[in-house]
């Protein structure tokens, strides 16, 4: 993997492990992006594969336009001037080296801002657009998720064991439903814990499979998983016995990611993300056991591989923002791009 090398100097706080109860990470100046060339990955290479995961906000809910309207991409970079990268005069730039493809819908294109669904953006342009700047090689941002799935339930990673809490049992892997209490009927449902992990999986590795079909300059040269990309915790803040879990669950995830699609050196980076400020109550806690885990202090087996990057900071009130939908982030694009830049200015750093 070569990486360019006027990309290595990467920001400070992009990278950045906080540790928890620490305060907010200030950014630091980072390498300025340049408009797309239009030109394809080296030829020959193996692509380079980031999985995205996580819930609604890794979806992407940063609304595009329009321009009229506060914290929307078509204002933050047209009235805003901002981002300059992402224009060339009336049109979206688009990375020719960077395929994005989104494995639940089945639908894919050379990333841009409209890549995504034409409406909105998330994660995947800030971070494709960086991975592009940096890497020689071909690059395919695959996303597989879902909104409206917690960790603690929906993701648990194969390994988790049950637990209680509270006078109530709550769900190990493959278990249902999510809690009961011993001794009581237990309530039916048409889930189980794990299940969007294991149909994330599913659709990822099908997409992998066929990727000869849908990659425009894919010639047989094989691809690699370099590393998974999480943004997720807003659907674990509505279960204080989801949160207490949160770190433990987070570390098995990265672990079980590796192992079942047998890439135990990809690289792991992860955004706080909570769809709130998460700066009190359960928002709270999450963040700060996902920087934790980004600990390399705590998790020694993690130092060099994984990154936690603190977004809190990144927080837009829904005065400056195209909605008030604070689940949502408010819908702000600079939001969104931002926590993308910071993960794959995080990435670059670890791949060096």
Not at 13 to 28: D, N, Y
Not at 211 to 240: C, L, M, N, R
């Amino acid at each position: 993997m070569t990486i360019r090398l006027q990309s290595i100097i990467v920001c400070a706080a992009a990278c950045m492990i906080a540790s928890s109860g620490a305060a907010l990470a200030q950014e630091k100046p980072r390498p300025t992006l340049t408009r797309p060339d239009d030109k394809p990955g080296a030829a020959g290479k193996p692509i380079k594969v980031f999985i995205l995961m996580g819930q609604s906000n890794m979806v992407g809910m940063g609304d595009i336009g329009p321009e009229t309207a506060k914290g929307t991409l078509s204002s933050l970079t047209k009235t805003d001037m901002k981002y300059p990268w992402l224009v060339d005069g009336e049109k979206w730039t688009e990375r020719k080296d960077v395929y994005y493809y989104d494995a639940r819908v089945k639908k894919g294109a050379a990333l841009s801002p409209t890549a995504n669904n034409g409406k909105s953006i998330g994660p995947e342009l800030g971070f494709g657009y960086v991975m592009g700047h940096v890497l020689d090689e071909p690059v395919l941002v695959l996303k597989s998720c879902i909104g409206n799935r917690s960790l603690g339930w929906d993701l648990l990673p194969p390994g988790s064991k049950q637990y209680t809490f509270d006078g109530k049992t709550y769900a190990g892997y493959k278990d249902t439903p999510d809690s009961w209490i011993e001794g009581q009927p237990k309530k039916e449902v048409k889930w189980y814990a794990g299940k969007q992990y294991d149909d994330d999986m599913t659709n990822a590795k099908d997409a992998l499979k066929s990727i000869a079909k849908w990659y425009p300059s894919y010639k047989d040269q094989g691809h690699e998983i370099a590393g998974f990309v999480w943004w997720q915790g807003h659907k674990d803040t509505g279960s204080a016995a989801h949160a207490s879990k949160y770190e433990e669950n987070l570390e098995r995830l990265i672990e079980s990611l590796r192992k079942d699609y047998d890439a135990p050196k990809a690289k792991f980076v992860l955004a706080t993300g909570c769809g709130n400020p998460g700066t009190e109550g359960l928002g709270k806690k999450i963040a700060e056991a996902q920087l934790a885990v980004g600990n390399a202090a705590k998790y020694k087996k993690f130092a060099g591989n994984v990154k936690a990057v603190d977004t809190r900071d990144l927080w837009r009130e829904a005065d400056v923002s195209p909605k008030n939908q604070g689940y949502h982030y408010n819908r702000n694009a600079e939001t969104y791009l931002e926590t993308g830049l910071r993960l794959g200015w995080a990435m670059a750093e670890l791949l060096k």
